[in-house]
């Protein structure tokens, strides 16, 4: 498939003309930038005091299934038929997020390993809405514990397992405007 790369860690990029558009990328940029932000958390906690030093992000909840959230839903489902073929059944929550100058999260992962939990974080799809900055990457962690940064031109969008540890580095110049959204099913074990 023409723009589509499958790379040494476990992840899968759609880019070019399989990415999400450059418009729509600067629609929805355009449509954000004026609207509350709230800081993003670690986990779901509701009283969980924010720790800069591991995560310094801005977010807006966006609603699953609809506007940018939807091309990663899709691609989402594109990339698990074609390569992990998990029971994914729904997403469960898509967010906006603006790392401003010295913003991050480092290495991470998404899966919850809790007991009985009903459904889990499965697969992790996201994408970067602008070039307009520097630092910033986005990286996974391979199994030597190195580095590795997928293609993340503006609309690529990166899909790879919730258990995969991963992070995003210090952006250090302007804004960096990305979208997440996880695809749930139930527990891989």
């Not at 889990?120 to 910033?136: A, E, M």
Request: some cysteine; aromatic content about 14%; charged content about 25%.
């Amino acid at each position: 498939m023409k723009g589509v790369k499958s790379l040494i860690v476990p992840c899968w990029v759609y880019q070019d003309d399989q990415g999400i558009p450059h418009d729509v990328c600067d629609f929805y940029i355009n449509k954000h930038k004026n609207q509350k932000t709230t800081k993003a958390k670690t986990d779901n906690l509701k009283k969980e005091k924010v720790d800069k030093k591991v995560r310094d992000v801005n977010k807006i909840d966006l609603p699953p299934y609809t506007g940018v959230a939807s091309y990663l839903i899709a691609a989402a489902l594109d990339a698990n038929f074609q390569n992990w073929k998990y029971d994914i059944t729904f997403c469960s929550q898509a967010e906006y997020l603006i790392y401003k100058r010295n913003g991050k999260y480092t290495s991470h992962v998404d899966y919850a390993f809790s007991q009985n939990q009903e459904y889990v974080r499965k697969l992790t799809c996201l994408t970067v809405l602008n070039d307009d900055f520097k630092g910033g990457l986005f990286y996974l962690i391979n199994g030597s514990g190195e580095k590795f940064f997928p293609p993340q031109k503006k609309g690529n969008i990166i899909i790879f397992p919730s258990y995969s540890l991963h992070g995003c580095e210090t952006v250090y110049e302007g804004q960096r405007h990305a979208v997440v959204a996880w695809m749930n099913g139930k527990p891989l074990i």
